[in-house]
């Protein structure tokens, strides 16, 4: 009767909510992201089996402002704003197949999930081809289907940066290649070997290995992780960046914004690709410590002093308020308000073949 008559007692500041959207003090936040110490991001980040962000530990109490979140009183959108979804280019394989084996490219398949060939060979990010993350479906298709990857010619490796349903997607690992190799975080390695029988690399934040000519760096990432029958925490998160000869691409996978894309930019001295994500931020108040919004992003591309910004992970899946095309509209605002380099922002339609040049 006790967790009952704690609802009853909660109920009205629960209702409550639907009529006071929480206000964000975007000031606060960025002074408290400025005053980070950068040596923070090579500190201890595990403790008796649960990983955490040792420069701005995860505030605690997710569990009620996320309740607290469903409960709240939406913000309005237009209808543009509600309807707005990424372009669509068909043939993909075919297209791949026309392009000269050695010239490098990356491909928006969807979502966090991009193609590169890279020296001659492939790299897919965070796949995930399955109708649902879950719960939320897919309002986009991906560029390629499950069927699709087994025709990959060449050596594949998959890296994936954390264990969310929108970015580890089991149906699409078990339809990978017999062969494909896979980069991941700690803690990940055991229960994707139960998925697939390929070589499975787990690394920690700033280890490294070499794959066909590409050298993969595990970086930090501001996020956090959990999946069903893995604990809070229990597996870590991260970005990486991949130097090949030619060039090197950063993968940002999950993030709020933070100290560690400064820190990048001074470790990694040409960067010509960033592949940032500009996904669910709002609300603000709720989502700003995992998720970046679009003027952090872009942020985060200045302090990396990439050549390149490449959009990822809007466009699929509704995660937070706003809708799934919402952030490109935005970032088409703010590139415009301050005068960006156009050519600098390249925003691809699924199924689009970007060819890399240093």
């Excluded at 060039?247 to 996978?253: E, R």
């Excluded at 095309?325 to 050519?343: F, T, V």
């Amino acid at each position: 009767m006790r967790p009952i008559l704690i609802l009853l007692l909660c109920l009205p500041l629960l209702v409550s909510c639907l009529f006071n959207p929480q206000p964000f003090d975007e000031a606060s936040w960025r002074s408290r992201v400025a005053l980070t110490d950068p040596a923070e991001l090579y500190a201890s980040h595990e403790k008796n089996g649960v990983f955490f962000n040792p420069w701005m530990p995860m505030e605690e109490g997710r569990l009620a402002q996320f309740l607290k979140w469903r409960l709240t009183q939406k913000a309005d959108y237009t209808e543009q704003e509600e309807m707005y979804l990424p372009g669509r280019e068909d043939r993909l394989l075919a297209r791949i197949g026309e392009i000269p084996g050695d010239d490098d490219f990356l491909v928006w398949i969807g979502h966090a999930t991009f193609l590169l060939r890279l020296s001659g060979a492939y790299w897919l990010t965070d796949p995930m081809l399955s109708r649902r993350a879950l719960l939320p479906s897919r309002l986009t298709p991906p560029a390629l289907e499950l069927k699709d990857l087994a025709e990959l010619e060449g050596p594949l490796t998959v890296i994936i940066s954390h264990n969310h349903y929108d970015h580890l997607d089991i149906p699409t690992v078990q339809a990978l290649p017999a062969d494909a190799r896979f980069v991941v975080p700690l803690g990940l390695k055991d229960y994707l070997s139960s998925h697939h029988g390929g070589e499975i690399i787990e690394l920690d934040w700033w280890e490294h290995v070499r794959h066909d000519k590409t050298l993969v760096t595990s970086l930090p990432a501001q996020h956090w992780s959990r999946r069903i029958g893995q604990g809070r925490n229990s597996t870590l998160w991260a970005s990486y960046m991949l130097e090949s000869s030619e060039v090197t691409v950063y993968f940002g996978g999950d993030s709020g914004y933070f100290v560690g894309y400064q820190e990048f930019g001074k470790k990694f001295r040409q960067i010509d690709y960033a592949l940032l994500p500009i996904t669910a931020y709002h609300p603000r108040w709720f989502m700003h410590y995992p998720h970046m919004n679009v003027e952090e992003a872009i942020r985060a591309f200045a302090d990396l002093k990439a050549h390149a910004f490449v959009p990822t992970q809007w466009g699929t899946f509704r995660l937070g308020d706003n809708p799934p095309g919402y952030p490109m509209l935005d970032l088409e605002q703010h590139i415009n308000a301050q005068g960006l380099d156009q050519d600098r922002y390249i925003r691809p339609h699924l199924g689009q073949v970007i060819l890399l040049d240093r």
